[in-house]
Every structure is written in structure tokens, then in C-alpha cells.
T-cell receptor, first 109, second 114 residues
């Protein structure tokens, strides 16, 4: 089955700085790569996703890049704000998603 | 509000017992997924149902089982509970069968086994 590794496990940045979270996956058949944000006491919420026929996607301050050859994808958050503080999960899959272990992002004001 | 409803929100039970967690998917969604999130752990995929049929299975223990009913709600049954089963259990739903479409997560059921 699919195996997803996510790094770093924790990330602390100053407000306004950029944050980058990286994931690798093992199954070359995976064709969908979403990123979810989980705030305290809530369920994960999709923030951006990318499909295997696209190399990069951007939505305001958030961007995701995908390298299918190397089997890795990354989340980039620019101009971070305190409200970006949360746990972020990457996912990969073809049918049901396999998620990484999560990155706890702390944005210091 | 994602539109996915999970009940109960909290559950405390003793070792050896059996519990049932319930999930109502978003209106129109045919797929239901169950995930387990242990303390400081990621989301572990358990099982997926699509329109009443099992579609994919993850690392689900034999003590756990699930089903999806004709009205598309789903139940996750956990039996012979152990302390290590304490976790957040999330249900997610999506329109399609595959993971190509956005999965919407519920608020989760926090299970505590004492």
C-alpha cells in the first residue's frame, strides 16, 4: 500500500515568513495529493490539492508543487499569519487517501 | 461546518466493551471513509465504503468492523476494546468513489477506553 512521509513534524516561523512542508510517497499509482489543515478540536479541512497531471498550483498565499518522478510534493505558505497556526497533513492516493504524520506549524506574532 | 455529522462527540467506555460510532455523510456523497487519529499521530486510514459496498481497506483491526446502510450513513463498530484503542475517530465523505475528489471530514468522535 501507499506510504507517506512528512517533514518536519514541527515548524515555528515568525509572522510574515514563509513555511515549507514536504512529503514523499511510495506508490507511483497515486494520482491525488491534497493538503489538509486541522485546527484544535476540529476535523481536517482541505486547503489545497493537486492532481498528478499538474506540477504546481497556487491559491493566494498557498502553493503546492508536485514532482512525480521523485515522488515528492510540498506545501508552501507565504506571508504567514498567526491564524495559519495549526497541524497540516499531506495525503496521497488513488482511491482512499494515506496521510502523512502531520506538521505542527506555529506562527509567532 | 463540513456537512458530515458524527455521533457521539465523546465516548468513555471500559476495556473489553463494544461501541458503535455513527457517521452521516454530506448530502449527495456516496463514499464514506473512516480514519483513526491517536495522540500526536497522523490519520490512519481504516476503511472506505461506496454506495453500501466496501471499496478499500487499510490497517483495520479484526476487532473493528464497519458498514454503510442504504441511506448512506455508516457505522464503525469497535469490540473487545483495549486501552490503545483510545483515539479520535474521523469519518469523511466524498462524492466519488476514488480519492480524486475532496473528502470532507466530520468533527470526530473522541473515544476514551479506561
Amino acid at each position: 500500500g501507499e506510504n507517506v512521509e512528512q517533514h518536519p513534524s514541527t515548524l515555528s516561523v515568525q509572522e510574515g515568513d514563509s513555511a515549507v512542508i514536504k512529503c514523499t510517497y511510495s506508490d507511483s499509482a497515486s494520482n491525488y495529493f491534497p493538503w489538509y489543515k486541522q485546527e484544535l478540536g476540529k476535523g481536517p479541512q482541505l486547503i489545497i490539492d493537486i492532481r498528478s497531471n499538474v506540477g504546481e498550483k497556487k491559491d493566494q498565499r498557498i502553493a503546492v508543487t508536485l514532482n512525480k518522478t521523485a515522488k515528492h510534493f510540498s506545501l508552501h505558505i507565504t506571508e504567514t499569519q498567526p491564524e495559519d497556526s495549526a497541524v497540516y497533513f499531506c495525503g496521497a492516493g488513488r482511491r482512499a487517501l494515506t496521510f502523512g504524520s502531520g506538521t505542527r506549524l506555529q506562527v509567532q506574532p | 461546518d463540513s456537512g458530515v455529522t458524527q455521533t457521539p462527540k465523546h465516548l468513555i467506555t471500559a476495556t473489553g466493551q463494544r461501541v458503535t460510532l455513527r457517521c452521516s455523510p454530506r448530502s449527495g456523497d456516496l463514499s464514506v471513509y473512516w480514519y483513526q487519529q491517536s495522540l500526536d499521530q497522523g490519520l490512519q486510514f481504516l476503511i472506505q465504503y461506496y454506495n453500501g459496498e466496501e471499496r478499500a481497506k487499510g490497517n483495520i483491526l479484526e476487532r473493528f468492523s464497519a458498514q454503510q446502510f442504504p441511506d448512506l450513513h455508516s457505522e464503525l463498530n469497535l469490540s473487545s476494546l483495549e486501552l490503545g484503542d483510545s483515539a479520535l475517530y474521523f469519518c469523511a465523505s466524498s462524492v466519488g468513489e476514488g480519492s480524486y475528489t475532496e473528502a470532507f471530514f466530520g468533527q470526530g468522535t473522541r473515544l476514551t477506553v479506561v
